[in-house]
């Protein structure tokens, strides 16, 4: 079954009252989230390599009458609706996860090497991308994010839509050059980036996990944070998030993508990923049964890493 006939379907039968999907941006190369609620308006939702947002951050804002939604979900979507299911943001059984296997996103900086290019001299063929005629690697092209990641389909869904195999891809490890550098070169280079940061919350914004009501870096009372982006509240901003994140981040890189001038924040957040993973084996968003590593009691735990 397409994407087109589940959803449509799904809203034809009232199974939802929403679709959450993508639908065509303004600009090129461009889509932007759109909760479909009629049937004739499928014709119009969209997926493809330009499909970067995590469609889970807005499960959270559905607007009044939406019960039950269906959500257009590649693998970190899905992974993101599970941590939030896990979480008590989302009920379960209010949420239809339409499954769809990713063949990676596109890196949209990546394409601005060409000038004036239009959405119609690109195309995707297997494992390679054609930009005016001339076929490329679709690897090179990928965003960070997707080079990187673990699960392209999603491990939990109620409907697996868009059949086929999806391209396989060399998973890179992102943090290996920078864990075999010194420590000073690592402070630097964290130092160099995160000086650039203007603090305009992009990144948090983005985030399908981060939905507190009031953000720490706004608190007045107590104060955490001054409003100008310093470097030394830039650190407490971007460490503070990522230990908020610990255990829950699920590595969409949503935060990276949103970013104004494309500082690769998530390398923070996945190092406290890996040591969550090799700590307590546990990683978001992909079993909604697992125990939660931070709020888990055990008595044979060896606490190993403490000593």
Known sequence: MTLHDAARKLLEEHKVQGVLGYRKGSLPFRTRPYLFRDPCEIEELVFTPFCGLNLARYLLFLPQGIERVAIVAKGCDGRACVALVRENRLRRENLLILGVPCPGMVDTRKLAEWEGLKEHEVTLRGGEIVVRGVAYPLASFLDASCRRCRYRSPLVYDILVEGGEVPSLPQEDTLRELRSLPEEKRWEFFRKELSRCIRCYACRNACPMCYCKECFAESHKPSFL?????????????????????????????????????????????????TVREHFAFEAGVDVT??????????????????
């Open 226 to 274: 001054h409003p100008s982006p310093t470097l030394r509240d830039n650190f407490v901003f971007h460490i503070g998030r990522a230990m908020h994140l610990a255990g829950r981040c699920v590595e969409c890189g949503a935060c990276e993508r949103a970013c104004p001038l494309g500082i690769p924040i998530a390398t923070m957040f996945l190092a406290v990923s890996d």
């Open 290 to 307: 697992a125990p939660a590593p931070f709020v888990t009691y055990r008595e044979d735990d060896p606490n190993a890493f403490i000593r």
